[in-house]
């Protein structure tokens, strides 16, 4: 038990589990009720499950640009393209060989993902272009392109099985909760089951350190960044079936600064060399709930920020080490001082 109060997970754990009781008693228990309509599960639970998965999925491809010291704020941006790409193939705006095949759609819109990542991934490994800089150009133009993909509009479909992608049930839960599993599942093999996890962490310790250590650094920081496109893409995807059609302008919009949140409360170090793939998604877990409980208690619309925003420095606060370190201290001169006075 010890060892796992020590880990990056248990404090973020702790801090979910601590907002959820406190919905819980707010609500009555109305928080907790869950039912089954059609043999599906329903409830604020199950929609912080579903709305979170993009923020789950996000979170795991963000960890990795973060744990080597750099960031990605055009996720929104590639979100915006691949909806665009997968809306427009499913309603046989462009590429009407396909007929609007859901599978190609998709296929096609995540490697539109993967071209936007391995763009950014050009940029710093090769280019040397700061991290923030380089995924601003695509912040800027990657919502043009989509603009251009889906000729100006906003493209509405009709597809039930692209629905399904965000609207459809499987063992009576949403279907994007499986989707985010399977991506978070990935992301582990792939950071725990390889050396890849551990050469993440040394570029973002040291770049010229892992380099002479024989640490191909561009070469892994180019996957990394067509990771986190790839992962952009699918939330794109989901957003876009969600609501069944490619908004965008709205699509993904600020979303970029939620991933960044999420993965912070995580633990993970902004300054690289740190991180932890379950910590990001409880944090994406964490900023869902936050946003669930906001409109659930009926928070009027132009406060819902100021709120969230107090909720959120409240958790970072809690998060924070030297913060806590003042408040034992302040606790123990309190208590040294009352042993005096008696």
């Known amino acids: 038990m010890k ?37 599906h599960f329903y409830g604020r639970l199950i929609d912080i499950l579903r709305n979170g998965s993009r923020y789950a999925i996000l979170a795991a491809g963000m960890t990795m640009a973060l744990g080597t010291g750099g960031t990605d704020i055009s996720v929104g941006s590639i979100m915006a393209i691949s909806g665009a790409i997968a809306c427009s193939i499913v309603d046989e705006r462009i590429l009407g060989g396909l007929h609007g095949n859901v599978a190609l759609a998709v296929i096609l819109a995540l490697c539109a993902g993967a071209l936007c990542g391995a763009w950014n991934g050009f940029m710093i490994a090769k280019l040397k272009v700061q991290p923030m800089v380089a995924t601003m150009i695509l912040l800027t133009a990657g919502r043009g392109i989509a603009q251009l993909i889906a000729d100006g509009k906003i493209v509405t479909i009709t597809s039930e099985g692209y629905y399904s992608i965000s609207g459809g049930y499987l063992l009576g839960f949403p279907i994007p909760m499986f989707i985010a599993t399977g991506v978070v599942i990935l992301f582990l093999i792939l950071t725990k089951g390889t050396a890849f996890g ?80 379950i910590s990001s998604v409880i944090g994406a877990l964490i900023v869902q709930t936050i946003s669930t409980t906001i409109y659930a208690f009926g928070v009027a619309p132009e406060l819902t920020r100021v709120a969230k925003a107090i909720i959120v420095i409240i958790v970072c606060l809690i998060q924070s080490q030297a913060f806590m370190n003042k408040i034992k201290a302040v606790g123990i001169r309190r208590s040294g001082k009352e042993a005096q006075a008696a």
């Open 198 to 277: 551990m050469q993440v962490e040394a570029i973002g310790v040291n770049q010229n350190s892992s380099r002479l250590a024989g640490i191909r650094v561009e070469r892994n920081l180019w996957i990394i960044y067509i990771l986190c496109g790839i992962t952009a893409a699918l939330a794109g995807i989901i957003e876009s079936a969600g609501i069944k059609g490619a908004d965008c302008n709205n699509c993904g919009l600020m979303i970029e600064m939620d991933g960044i949140l999420a993965v912070a409360i995580g633990g993970t170090s902004l300054a690289g060399g740190r991180f932890s793939i």
């Open 3 to 39: 060892k796992f109060t020590k880990t990056m997970e248990f404090k973020p754990l702790c801090i979910l589990i601590a907002i959820i009781l406190v919905c819980g008693i707010i609500s009555g228990g109305d928080f907790f009720k869950v039912t089954i309509v059609d043999g």
